[in-house]
């Protein structure tokens, strides 16, 4: 056992870490706003150092972790599931008010509708028709059922997994119909299948992958989705370059054209990509 001077001394220096790592926390954002604020400022007044030329039309995104996966249900982070979300839609989807909105839906299911069961028990999606993946393949019912068929397979360990653990069964009642059945009474009925943990994945591209060897599936980094862009590269814990889906079955949309993820900068390297205009968004993750 170490002295009584020793652990006094050991327990003042990790106060004053723990004291430091909160102010540090408490500065971080301020001294992010006031550096960005800065750089437009000294941007603006040096347009010399400024590009020529910019196209508003692409889009990049600075992010501190870098993503390592584009299978959005074998993903580890927030990282993950972003870069995923661009090439892969789930049913439906929150908006800025909270409200669900449909995304691979036709329409939101309500008892109204007959989309909700009166007991609270069973829901029944109405997919949207006419949506194909990026290669060109059409988009169904098999997919949601196949989905759900591969984040519940224990042989998968998929990181959704728990979200569908209140399920009974999912079946396709039709090429454009899913009627999800619960264990119990679900107020929840709509978390299946939407949000980050609800993206939709292509039967045709996973279906010889849905065991234990999910691991060396080329799709987990060559992803083929529904969503408004496609893959163009992809360098795990790097940088994964996006161009948008010309078959994409929402009209005029994306708006960007290309859009790049770069991870792994340190903050002053931040700030000297904004200062040279080169992002246009910084995501800031202090995690």
């Not at 008892?111 to 028990?121: L, M, P, Q, S, T």
Request: glycine fraction near 6%; include cysteine; charged fraction near 20%.
């Amino acid at each position: 056992m170490g002295s009584p001077n020793v652990l006094m001394s050991a327990t003042n220096l990790r106060a004053d870490i723990d004291k430091y790592k909160n102010m540090i926390r408490r500065l971080f954002l301020p001294l992010v706003i006031l550096s960005c604020f800065l750089s437009i400022t000294f941007a603006a007044c040096s347009p010399q150092d400024a590009p020529t030329t910019q196209n508003d039309k692409n889009l990049k995104l600075l992010y501190w972790q870098s993503p390592t996966i584009l299978n959005p249900h074998l993903a580890t982070g927030f990282k993950d599931f972003d870069a995923a979300r661009l090439v892969y839609e789930p049913l439906a989807s929150y908006d800025d008010s909270d409200r669900l909105i449909p995304i691979l839906a036709a329409e939101i299911p309500s008892r109204e509708n007959g989309g909700v069961a009166a007991d609270g028990k069973s829901v029944t999606w109405k997919l949207r028709s006419g949506v194909t993946w990026s290669d060109g393949e059409p988009f169904t019912a098999k997919d949601v059922v196949f989905t759900y068929n591969f984040i519940t397979n224990p042989d998968v360990g998929s990181s959704s997994a728990e979200v569908y653990a209140g399920l009974e069964t999912v079946e396709a009642l039709d090429d454009y119909t899913i009627k999800i059945t619960f264990k119990n009474i679900t107020p929840g009925w709509s978390v299946p299948f939407t949000g980050q943990r609800g993206l939709i994945l292509p039967e045709h591209i996973f279906a010889s992958y849905n065991n234990s060897n999910i691991r060396s599936a080329r799709a987990n980094n060559q992803p083929v989705g529904t969503g408004p862009y496609k893959l163009v590269s992809f360098q795990p814990g790097d940088l994964a370059i996006y161009e948008a889906n010309p078959n994409y079955w929402e009209p005029d949309k994306p708006f960007f054209e290309r859009v790049e993820i770069k991870g792994g900068v340190m903050l002053p390297q931040q700030l000297g990509l904004f200062y040279k205009r080169e992002i246009l968004i910084m995501l800031l993750i202090y995690r």
